[in-house]
Nanobody, 122 residues
Framework: QVQLVESGGGSVQAGGSLRLSCVGSAFTYSSCMGWFRQAPGKEREGVATIDSRGISRYTDSVKGRFTISKDNAQNTLYPQMSSLKAEDTATYYC?????????????????WGQGTQVTVSS
């Protein structure tokens, strides 16, 4: 089973940028990979996915601000997050799923990491 470890979270002011990383024990080319997040008192929310062909998808609230990419050789997944807003504050989880659906990622994910905290102050 794939194991995922996230890093790169932290505190940043609104308008700033962060780059998270997720290292997997083994990436499979048929897998969909992505990120979901959970803010305190809220449901988990899919943020972005990238499929085996490198096609990325985003939830509307992060389009134009977040970019997801992966390095198969390094078994690493990245979201580059810019123009951060206070509402982006959450714990971010890296996940693997057989099916690529941003909105359904929290439900369809077969494996996810322990999460990394992102706090954006306004």
């Amino acid at each position: 089973q794939v194991q995922l470890v996230e890093s790169g979270g932290g505190s940043v002011q609104a308008g700033g940028s962060l780059r998270l990383s997720c290292v997997g024990s083994a990436f499979t080319y048929s897998s969909c990979m992505g990120w979901f997040r959970q803010a305190p008192g809220k449901e988990r929310e899919g943020v972005a996915t990238i499929d085996s062909r490198g096609i990325s998808r985003y939830t509307d609230s992060v389009k134009g601000r977040f970019t997801i990419s992966k390095d198969n050789a390094q078994n690493t997944l990245y979201p580059q997050m810019s123009s951060l807003k206070a509402e982006d504050t959450a714990t971010y989880y890296c996940a693997v799923s057989r099916f690529c659906s941003v909105s359904q990622l929290p439900t369809l994910a077969s494996t996810w990491g322990q999460g990394t905290q992102v706090t954006v102050s306004s």
